[in-house]
């Protein structure tokens, strides 16, 4: 069975920095592309980049490009999305998803809720 | 970032048919790229709804449909059930990027 399991839920103040996982079980990590997606409170789905674990080769969405940074350790089958300096409006659930047939999303993490608060 | 565009909220009584719209443009939907279609209920992760435009995953009802057209697609709900109220997103690959790109999402309420 295919599993995504993201880490905890996490508060951070302005400025700290953060890096949440996605561990994957029961297909091969590297063989596939998998990705981060934003949603703000109340808000629609955003996508945020993706990652192939095999070769690390990244795409960014143009909105996110800069903001955070999405790696990847094909040893312990693991995904992370990270940030070196949050702000507030990073307050969001973040879901990592495996990217399936013709670009779509098949399997989704639980998603992780971070809060960014002073 | 591009997006697709989808209306806020479609509601229907019990046993009627409601559809969803998904407009994008010449980068993504009309460049001839597959459209998925997810449902989010509340406090849950999106769950895939329809792939490739049309499939349905396994365990998936029939009674949900989707089309493809030009720069748009739709999704069709026959027969609508209490347990269908959720919020419904497209998503479509983008060249402009290459990323993908998520609908803005409709909310659909059963009356």
């Known amino acids: 069975e295919v599993q995504l399991v993201q880490s905890g839920a996490e508060v951070k103040k302005p400025g700290e920095s953060l890096k949440i996982s996605c561990k994957i079980s029961g297909y091969s990590f590297a063989n596939y592309w998998i990705g981060w997606v934003r949603q703000l409170p109340g808000k629609g789905l955003e996508w945020v980049g993706i990652?192939?674990?095999?070769?690390?080769?990244?795409i960014y969405s143009p909105s996110f490009q800069g903001q955070v940074t999405i790696s990847a350790d094909t040893s312990i089958s693991t995904a992370y999305l990270q940030w070196t300096s949050l702000k507030a409006s990073d307050t969001a659930m973040y879901y990592c998803?495996?990217?399936?047939?013709?670009?779509?999303?098949?399997?989704w993490g639980q998603g992780t809720q971070v809060t960014v608060s002073s | 970032q591009s997006v697709l565009t989808q209306p806020p909220s479609v509601s229907g009584a019990p046993g009627q048919r409601v559809t969803i719209s998904c407009t994008g443009s010449g980068s993504n939907i009309g460049a001839g790229y597959d459209v998925h279609w997810y449902r989010q209920l509340p406090g849950t992760a999106p769950k895939l709804l329809l792939t490739?435009?049309?499939h349905r995953p396994s365990g998936v009802p029939d009674r949900f449909s989707g089309s493809k057209s030009g720069t748009s697609a739709s999704l069709a709900i026959t027969g609508l059930q209490t347990e269908d109220e959720a919020v419904y997103y497209c998503?479509?690959?983008?060249?402009?990027?290459?990323?993908?790109?998520f609908g803005t999402g409709t909310k659909v309420t059963v009356l």
């Open positions: 990652i192939y674990p095999g070769d690390s080769d990244t």
């Open positions: 490739g435009n049309s």
């Open positions: 998803a495996r990217r399936g047939y013709s670009y779509s999303s098949d399997c």
């Open positions: 998503q479509s690959y983008d060249n402009s990027f290459s990323g993908s790109v």
